[in-house]
């Protein structure tokens, strides 16, 4: 079966510019996660959906940051404004059933 | 203080040794263990999942978990070049809520 699929791989965009990067998960997997990983870091989790409901987003910055999924399938992950700060890999993951999580290649954004 | 502690390395060791890799955590909540493994530019790649304490074995990897002391371990047995990654260890409190990772553990494996 084909994995979770992100796009795009990279970006590079100027500080205060707005960003957005999409999520498709395995098929047939309810709950998806963004995870942000700074460089020589673990991965930290943003948000968590069960379906299309956000069940767990305490750590996602809520002044620039938003999400969502739609029909509880692809997801979409923005920031406006982006800082310097959000350089970084933003990995999405899925699972079904609360089973493992299964990670996508993630998107590299690079803000200058 | 971080909830996972995990050895940063660099580790570097020859093709064929026994490689240990280990993490610390604080949360005795945490009941589901992980260890993924991450080449570069790529995202996470699960390898070994517990649940609760004792140990598993898959293929060359044994990954052990003893609650008691919040310590868990991922042994690689034959250590082969393609091995050469970051490798994750990973915790959660209840199956599919957020995992909590280690910063992760930079090993190369000289052939």
């Known amino acids: 079966e084909a994995g979770v699929v992100q796009s795009p791989r990279y970006k590079i965009i100027e500080k205060k510019q707005p960003v957005a990067f999409w999520c498709n998960p395995i098929s047939g997997h309810n709950t998806l996660y963004w995870y942000r990983q700074n460089l020589g870091q673990g991965p930290e989790l943003l948000i968590r959906?069960?379906?299309?409901?956000?069940?767990?987003d305490s750590q996602l910055p809520k002044d620039r940051f938003s999400a969502e999924r739609l029909k509880g399938v692809d997801s979409t992950l923005k920031i406006q404004p982006a800082e310097l700060g959000d350089s970084a890999v933003y990995l999405c993951a899925s699972t079904r059933d609360q089973e493992t999580q299964y990670f996508g290649p993630g998107t590299r954004l690079l803000v200058l | 203080q971080k909830e996972v502690e995990q050895d940063p390395g660099p580790l570097s060791v020859p093709e064929g040794a026994i490689v240990s890799l280990n993490c610390t955590y604080s949360n005795s909540a945490f009941q589901y263990f992980m260890w993924y493994r991450q080449y570069s530019r790529k995202g996470p790649e699960l390898l070994m999942y517990t649940y609760s304490s004792g140990n598993k074995e898959d293929g060359r990897f044994t990954a052990q978990v003893d609650k008691s002391s919040k310590y868990i371990s991922l042994f690689i047995r034959d250590s082969q070049p393609s091995d050469s990654a970051t490798y994750l260890c990973a915790m959660s409190a209840t199956s599919g809520s957020r995992l909590t990772f280690g910063e992760g553990t930079q090993l190369t494996v000289n052939p």
């Open positions: 959906y069960e379906n299309e409901e956000a069940v767990d």
